[in-house]
C-alpha cells in the first residue's frame, strides 16, 4: 500500500512548486495521475521500463495492452517513431489535442510502453498541467486512463481516488476534464489509415486533413466481432464498464422512450432497481428509480462530458440495470456509441 498524495493545482496557470514535486516522482521511476482535456490519464517515465511496468500492476491492465506515449514538444514524436508518413507534420499541426497517432516506434520505446508491438502511439495533450509535468519531468510520459481496468475512465480527481488510492503516488487535481472521453486513436502505420478509437476529435473533422481516412470495421459494430489479430490490443478487453446490467435502447427518439419505459417497469415488477440514461429532450418522461441526463441531444460535446461522470454515479445509487438511450453518431455521438455499446457488452435493442 503506498500514500497517495493529492495535489489541487490550478488547471489555467499550474503552480510550479506542485509540477516539480509530481515531475520528481515521474523521473524516480513512480506514477502520477494527472488531468488531461479528455480524462485522467495515470503517468510513468514511458522510458523506463520498470515504471512502466508499475502502471499495469496499479491498473490491474493486461500485459499486452500498449500505453499513450504523451509528450510536450512535437519533436520528440521523431524520437519515439521512426518511418514517419510524409503528411506527419500537417497532422502534427492537429496537436495539441485530443488526438492519438499510431506511428513505427523507435528503438528507444521499451517493449513494457509499446505492449510488445513494434509501433507506438503518441500523443500531445492541450491541457495545462499535463504539458507542464512532461516539460518539468523532461521525459515522454506513458499514461493510460487512471482507472482500474474495465472501469470507466476518471474524469474528475474524485473517479481516480476511488479506483487508485493507495496504488499509486500522487493525483494532481486541476478539476473535472473538458471532454469527458478519450482520445481518438488514429493507426498511420495502414493503407488507408484507420481510426481505431472514435474520441474527442471528430472523425469529421479528422477526415478534412487525412483525405483517404476510414473507420476500422470495429469502430461501429453493433455487435460483437470476433477479430483474430486486433490492431488495438484495447478492442479485445472489456471496457467501461458499470458494476450494473447497461441496456442500449437504439432508434428514433420518439420510440425509444416507449420502449425505454416498458424495460424500466419489466425489471421493476422482478424487484431490480433502475436507472435510465436519457437526454434532457426525454428525461421527464421516464418513471424509473433513477433517472439522468446526458444533457441536450443537439449537443453532443455536452454529452460527452457527461457520459462518464453518470456511469459511476448509476452504481454509487446501486441501480442492478441501466437502461440507456442511444444518441445520434455524428460528431462526438460516434464516441458515445462505441463506449455504451462496449459498456453494454453489445445487449443492444432496436427499435
Ligand atoms: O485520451 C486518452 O487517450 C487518455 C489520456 C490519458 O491521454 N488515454 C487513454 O489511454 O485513453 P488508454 O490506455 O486507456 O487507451 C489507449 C488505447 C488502448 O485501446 C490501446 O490498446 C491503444 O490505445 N493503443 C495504444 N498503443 C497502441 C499501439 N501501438 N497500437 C494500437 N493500439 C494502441
Ligand atoms: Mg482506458
Known sequence: ???TVILKVNSERPEMDK????AKII?????????TETVYGLGADALNPEAVREIYTAKNRP???PIIVHISDKRDAYRLARELPENIDEIMRLWPGPLTVILKASEIVPRETTGGLDTVAIRMPSHKVALALIRESRVPIAAPSA???GRPSPTTAEHVKQDLDGRIDMILDAGPTKIGVESTVVDLTSKPPRVLRPGGFPFEDLKCVIKDLRLYPSVMADREIRIEQPPSPGMKHRHYAPKAKLILVEGRMETLVDKIQ???NKYRCEKRRVGVLSTDETKHLYRADVVKSLGSRKDPACMAKNLFRLL???DEEQVDVIIAEGVPMRNLGLAIMNRLRKASGFN???V
Open 27 to 35: 523521473r524516480e521511476g513512480g506514477l502520477v495521475a494527472f488531468p
Open 262 to 264: 416498458e424495460l424500466v
Open 147 to 149: 482507472n482500474l481496468a
Open 19 to 22: 509540477i516539480r514535486a509530481a
Open 348 to 350: 443492444i435493442v432496436k
Open 63 to 65: 500485459l499486452d495492452n
Open 312 to 314: 459511476r454515479e448509476f
Open 1 to 3: 500500500m503506498k500514500r
